[in-house]
């Protein structure tokens, strides 16, 4: 079965700076691989995915997302934060054969300072 | 961009009582599902819907859930007799071909007293 880790429950950056989430995975095969936002009040929104062919995805707002297959991970990154990137993120990973069944992570909580 | 619209946007219920939670998915969307995320937990998959039918479900969706598509527009989701542990938000998602990206509604915060 698949699983998702974000290490980082909590993170705090200045509008500005870089900004980097960790996620690991847990999958058998080459994985489905998004990330989501969620902002106060608002539904799950998609940032990008990776499904195949380049491991470099861009996504929204800037974001964008490396799978490295040799750590089981899928950071996602952003250059240079701000004010409205305050939110939660998600990672998330789906079956081949069923990928609308995601597996989320817990969730990052980003929180932007002036 | 269109929108998974769900209502209400919260739900307060008597444990023991019958709920169902509604969603207008995407209109060209072929593919429904319902997830949940109980406060302080990860998001979790209940049930994904097709052609009429579950496709999948988890070991959480037993016998007191039950999915319906009852016309063209609508996506329900109904608890038969709440438990306090059923208190969550609750996503309803849609996606064209199945194969695509999930686009997820803003969530129905179920409250069991």
């Known amino acids: 079965a698949q699983s998702v880790t974000q290490p980082d429950i909590h993170i705090t950056v200045s509008e500005g700076a870089s900004l980097e989430l960790r996620c690991n995975y847990s999958?058998?095969?080459?994985?489905?691989l998004f990330w989501y936002v969620q902002s106060p009040g608002q539904g799950l929104q998609l940032l990008l995915k990776y499904f195949s062919g380049d491991t470099l995805v861009q996504g929204i707002k800037g974001f964008e997302a490396e799978f490295k297959r040799s750590q089981s991970s899928f950071n996602l990154r952003k250059p240079s934060v701000h004010w409205s990137d305050a939110a939660e993120y998600f990672c998330a990973v789906g079956a081949t054969d069923s990928w609308g069944k995601l597996q989320f992570g817990a969730g990052t909580q980003v929180v932007v300072t002036p | 961009e269109p929108e998974v619209t769900q209502t209400p946007s919260h739900q307060v219920t008597q444990m023991g009582q019958e709920v169902i939670l509604r969603c207008v998915p995407i209109?060209?969307?072929?593919?429904f599902y319902w997830y949940r995320q109980i406060l302080g937990q990860k998001v979790e998959f209940l049930v994904s819907f097709y052609n009429n039918e579950i496709s999948e479900k988890s070991e959480i969706f037993d016998d007191q859930f039950s999915v319906e598509r009852p016309d063209g527009s609508n996506f329900t989701l109904k608890i038969r007799s709440t438990k306090l542990e059923d208190s969550a938000m609750y996503f309803c998602?849609?996606?064209?071909?199945?194969?695509?990206?999930?686009?997820f509604g803003s969530g129905t915060q179920l409250s069991v007293l």
């Open positions: 209109s060209n969307h072929l593919y």
């Open positions: 999958y058998g095969a080459t994985p489905y």
């Open positions: 998602a849609s996606s064209p071909t199945g194969n695509e990206k999930l686009f």
